[in-house]
T-cell receptor, first 110, second 114 residues
Framework: GESVGLHLPTLSVQEGDNSIINCAYS??????FIWYKQESGKGPQFIID?????DKRQGQRVTVLLNKTVKHLSLQIAATQPGDSAVYFC?????????FGTGTRLLVSP | NAGVTQTPKFQVLKTGQSMTLQCAQD?????MSWYRQDPGMGLRLIHY???????DQGEVPNGYNVSRSTTEDFPLRLLSAAPSQTSVYFC?????????????FGSGTQLSVL
């Protein structure tokens, strides 16, 4: 079946650095991906999405890159702030539902 | 704009007790769903609904019941709680439930079954 996963369980960065969180997927027919942010004790919050007809999409301080050749996407956070500390996970389309990765915990130190 | 509202936020049950987790959305979404989140396992779909009067099973439905009498509400019932149901539960909704739509999540219910 389809799968969506993340490369690293934890990523530690310094405040002000750029963060890159990676995600791989298995279904080459997947045409839509979402990145969610989940802070401690809260529900997942939508950050940004991208469709397969795009390679890159930018939001406020975030950029998602999609490489369909190697079935990989990444979330880049510019000038990481302490408020960015959270678990980030990607999601992609499975059969009749979204499939979620297990998440990367981003730790931001001052 | 409340979005997806879940109650209660925390609950402790004894084995064998029953309870209902409440979920309501005010976005007029057709699709609503329940997930459980366990460490290292990501979000797993329990039940979902594509409209009032229509429900279906997800990947981990055993021990849970749902109903959808209105567009706004989608309660999740635990019939006889077991320690294996200790988890964080999230309700989520989207406009039509297509796999290429974004899901909006509630803030979660942390459930402990002793």
């Amino acid at each position: 079946g389809e799968s969506v996963g993340l490369h690293l369980p934890t990523l530690s960065v310094q405040e002000g650095d750029n963060s890159i969180i990676n995600c791989a997927y298995s279904n080459s027919a997947s045409d839509y991906f979402i990145w969610y942010k989940q802070e401690s004790g809260k529900g997942p919050q939508f950050i940004i999405d991208i469709r397969s007809n795009m390679d890159k999409r930018q939001g406020q301080r975030v950029t998602v890159l999609l490489n369909k050749t190697v079935k990989h996407l990444s979330l880049q956070i510019a000038a990481t702030q302490p408020g960015d500390s959270a678990v980030y996970f990607c999601a992609g389309p499975g059969f009749q539902k979204l499939v979620f990765g297990t998440g990367t915990r981003l730790l931001v130190s001052p | 704009n409340a979005g997806v509202t879940q109650t209660p936020k925390f609950q402790v049950l004894k084995t064998g007790q029953s309870m209902t987790l409440q979920c309501a959305q005010d976005m007029n979404h057709e699709y609503m769903s329940w997930y459980r989140q366990d460490p290292g396992m990501g979000l797993r779909l329990i039940h979902y609904s594509v409209g009032a009067g229509i429900t279906d099973q997800g990947e981990v439905p055993n021990g849970y019941n749902v109903s959808r009498s209105t567009t706004e509400d989608f309660p999740l019932r635990l019939l006889s709680a077991a320690p294996s149901q200790t988890s964080v539960y999230f309700c989520a909704s989207s406009l039509r439930g297509h796999p290429n739509e974004k899901l909006f999540f509630g803030s979660g219910t942390q459930l402990s079954v002793l």
